[in-house]
């Protein structure tokens, strides 16, 4: 099975939103598409792109964070939706995809800035959330991608040092593997350009991660210029899949789910409120 995975924060930008879909070409059995601060996923939602090469497309969101499942075949999807922050709500979380009870899909956006024991604390509820879904020695391929936000200690232009990176000793800890990096930074750019922007050191925010796939190339795509992240993408395969289904998808927590739908709309009905509010102003 060839899968291809994308992670982009858009910065809410439509035109790195649209960029996607060249990346998309129809040489896959799966595409998996972690996108973060897209904040109009109601245009998506309704427009669904222009994904033509594929016949079955998923989404699910969080406010910000959104999901999408590309398969040229009908899949059988479950979600799970977890938000951080108090009572489980926030616009950073992760969104969990079982696909066809034998793959699963973590899409997320970790919080942002110098606070690394946060998105340690983060990562580690992410991995807890994957072992609810296995069991030891079931092989059950799984794909981690998103905005994870670790930074960079010191930033040496040359090549990737993992002693600097924060987030090295954590996928050790949490037996998750990644491809080597071999590419450059992929945040912060300057807009719409190709320059760092010098107010932050220059880091490897946007990330996937796995466990039980075989890698053909992991990159960022650097001439996609429409958000001050850059795409990173994961070409992969997965040679055999595990006789036994994920577990415990039909007894999934709903409360995260159902924080994370009320704070969604809070928000969409609080800007609503506003806009109505100012007009009716002037």
């Not at 993992?162 to 945040?187: A, C, G, M, R, V």
């Not at 039980?212 to 996609?224: A, L, M, P, R």
Request: proline share 3%.
């Amino acid at each position: 099975m060839q899968i291809k995975v994308i992670t982009y924060n858009v910065n809410n930008s439509n035109r790195a939103v649209d960029s996607l879909v060249a990346l998309c070409d129809s040489s896959y059995d799966l595409v998996l598409i972690s996108i973060q601060e897209y904040y109009w996923f109601a245009i998506l939602k309704y427009l669904k792109l222009d994904f033509k090469n594929y016949a079955h497309k998923y989404y699910e969101n969080i406010w910000g964070l959104v999901t999408i499942v590309l398969s040229p075949n009908e899949l059988d999807i479950k979600w799970e939706k977890t938000c951080f922050g108090p009572m489980y709500c926030g616009n950073k979380g992760f969104i969990t995809c079982v696909i066809n009870q034998s793959i699963l899909f973590i899409s997320a956006h970790l919080s942002h800035g110098q606070k690394n024991h946060r998105r340690e604390s983060e990562l580690r509820k992410i991995a807890k959330s994957i072992d609810f879904y296995t069991k030891e020695g079931q092989n059950i391929p799984v794909i981690l991608a998103g905005d994870l936000n670790f930074r960079l200690k010191r930033f040496n232009s040359n090549k990737y040092e993992e002693k600097d990176d924060q987030l090295s000793p954590l996928k050790t800890d949490l037996d998750f593997s990644e491809h080597p990096i071999t590419f450059s930074p992929t945040y912060k750019f300057k807009s719409r350009t190709s320059e760092y922007d010098t107010t932050r050191t220059p880091s490897y925010c946007d990330r996937i991660l796995f466990r039980n796939v075989n890698v053909n190339s992991y990159k960022s795509v650097e001439d996609i210029l429409f958000s001050d992240h850059r795409p990173v993408v994961l070409d992969c395969k997965i040679l055999k899949l595990s006789q036994q289904n994920i577990i415990n998808t039909n007894n999934v927590c709903q409360y995260s789910f159902i924080s994370c739908f009320i704070f969604d709309y809070f928000v969409l009905f609080s800007i609503l409120l506003i806009l109505l509010i100012y007009r009716a102003v002037i």
